[in-house]
């Protein structure tokens, strides 16, 4: 199965290894990432200003060209995720803003949003199944206790992004639980930790990333993953003495591919 693959700035940079467990454990289940070529930066923020065209044309040129390749276009960074997914939503909805971005596409096929939008986590779901992941673990993560911190970004806005339900989602337990480990449930799994108030407000993005993880050891968990690297970056650094894993690198050591990530 070949799908379309958007990266990210972050994981071509400062979190390399994650791009490489997402390849490697792709591979390993039977799954070809093709990276989209020249792809740029997704924008970081999605700006909801209808007169907001130009941050959001490399998405556009993203998905596009996995529509072109009739495939879906897959991504593993929640950020990128979130602003890929609603940069689409709004060319499928919004006539004035689409017709905009064609209009400033002048000598480009146009787009209509065409192209479906993936996260990782929903191919890992969908396209492969739990189960058939359960079956390709050889490293099962028997007897670790690890929690899913979820964030801002992966599941809202839910209308839009429609991958679990916002509110009590169980993507990230479901694949704990096919990787051998229990997934444990909190209160605060879904609440903010401050990664985008940590320029303005750095003692406020601290107190938000200490609740989140004393709620999760509370609960019992000795490791929290996520799917958003600004969230693992900011939850690590405003101290904590569990890890905080990024999902493609559990997902790496369960399938016994980790130790190839340097290959």
């Known amino acids: 199965m070949k799908v379309s693959y958007f990266p ?8 390399k290894d994650l791009d490489t467990y997402a390849y490697k454990s ?3 289940l039977g799954v070809t990432l093709e990276e989209i070529e020249n792809w740029q930066c997704c924008g970081g923020v999605f700006t909801t200003a209808k007169n907001e ?3 959001k044309l490399s998405s556009v040129r993203a998905l596009k060209e996995a529509a072109e390749k ?4 897959v991504t593993v960074c929640s950020a990128c995720h979130n602003v890929i997914k609603q940069t689409n939503h709004a060319m499928q909805n919004e006539k004035e803003f689409a017709d905009k971005v064609n209009r400033y596409m002048a000598n480009e096929t146009p787009y209509a949003g065409e192209a479906e939008v993936v996260h990782y986590l929903e191919m890992l779901r969908d396209m492969v199944g739990f189960d058939a992941v359960k079956e390709k673990v050889v490293n099962a993560l028997t007897g ?4 899913a911190y979820y964030g801002c970004l992966l599941l809202r806005p839910s209308k839009v992004m429609q991958m679990d339900d916002a509110e009590n989602p169980t993507i990230m337990e479901d694949l704990i639980a096919a990787l051998g480990a229990t997934p444990v449930v909190y209160a605060k799994r879904n609440e903010c930790c401050g990664g985008y108030i940590a320029m303005e407000s750095p003692e406020l993005a601290k107190k938000n990333s200490n609740e989140v993880v004393e709620n999760a050891k509370a ?3 000795e490791m929290i993953i996520t799917a958003c690297p600004l969230c693992r970056y900011n939850l690590m650094k405003n101290g904590t003495d569990i890890p905080v894993v990024y999902f493609t ?3 790496a050591e369960a399938l016994g591919v980790k130790e190839d990530t340097n290959a």
């Not at 990210?8 to 979190?15: P, Q, R």
């Not at 009739?70 to 276009?73: F, I, M, R």
């Not at 670790?144 to 929690?147: D, F, P, V, Y």
């Open 53 to 55: 065209v130009a941050t």
């Open 249 to 251: 690198e559990l997902l």
């Open 26 to 28: 792709a591979e390993a």
């Open 8 to 15: 990210g700035c972050t994981l071509k940079n400062k979190a």
């Open 70 to 73: 009739e495939q879906p276009l």
């Open 219 to 221: 609960a019992g968990a």
């Open 144 to 147: 670790k206790k690890i929690a």
